[in-house]
């Protein structure tokens, strides 16, 4: 098989699992990955991530031009972006409506600049630094541009009122950063008012040193 084919079918099996565990629903949430020739395969827009047919996904050339399957995902200006700016550590980008990192989003006292709070080691192993973005409207160009303006800086992106947007260096990487993003904010949530003991400012910046972690 491959490494197209390959490819192919891993997004669309993931691309089920995410769904049928109810981390994105209806037409919602959108998925890309590179090819090692720089090509991208993507999520066709308007489609269901519990039934992708792997023949009909979005197969991009490397300036972004449409080569075979169905049209491309509308959010392309923020998968753009993040491979732009992140270089060789974005080899997949996984974007959805996940619930509970959709209400973090919402509420006034979430910190911009770090969206998550340290509850557990492996959301800032697998997740750095959260930024939460402004509201833009679903595949507004601007998206890309607020990316952008991180410069590379942030893995992840929290866009308010609408979605998590995770890059990695592989879907796998990917997805995993996603599940752990949703569940923090879960816990988040879940500890709302309650005091919880975090992680102490010692013990996150031992992570980020001992895993080499992006902190900026």
């Not at 879907?171 to 993003?181: D, H, K, R, T």
């Not at 816990?187 to 992680?199: D, F, Q």
Request: hydrophobic residues 40%; proline residues 6%; charged residues 20%.
């Amino acid at each position: 098989m491959s490494e197209e084919a390959r490819l192919r079918e891993t997004i669309c099996a993931m691309a089920r699992s995410v769904f049928d565990r109810g981390l994105t629903g209806g037409a919602s949430g959108n998925i890309s990955a590179r090819l090692s020739d720089g090509r991208l395969l993507v999520t066709p827009t308007g489609s269901s991530l519990g039934t992708l047919d792997p023949g009909r996904l979005s197969l991009l050339d490397t300036q972004g031009r449409l080569i075979s399957g169905d049209a491309p995902t509308k959010e392309m200006p923020l998968h753009s972006a993040f491979y732009e700016t992140r270089g060789a550590k974005s080899g997949a980008i996984v974007h959805l409506h996940s619930t509970h990192s959709v209400a973090l989003s919402m509420l006034p006292e979430t910190d911009p600049d770090n969206v998550l709070p340290p509850l557990t080691p492996y959301s800032v192993m697998r997740l750095g630094k959260v930024k939460l973005l402004p509201y833009f409207r679903p595949g507004d160009a601007a998206i890309g541009e607020a990316i952008r303006g991180l410069a590379g800086k942030r893995g992840a992106i929290l866009l308010a009122n609408h979605g998590p947007v995770v890059a990695a260096k592989d879907l796998e990487a990917a997805l995993y950063a996603m599940e752990e993003l949703e569940e923090t904010a879960r816990l988040a949530l879940l500890t709302r008012g309650m005091s919880p003991r975090m992680l102490t400012p010692a013990q996150v910046r031992d992570i980020v040193d001992h895993f080499n972690i992006e902190w900026e």
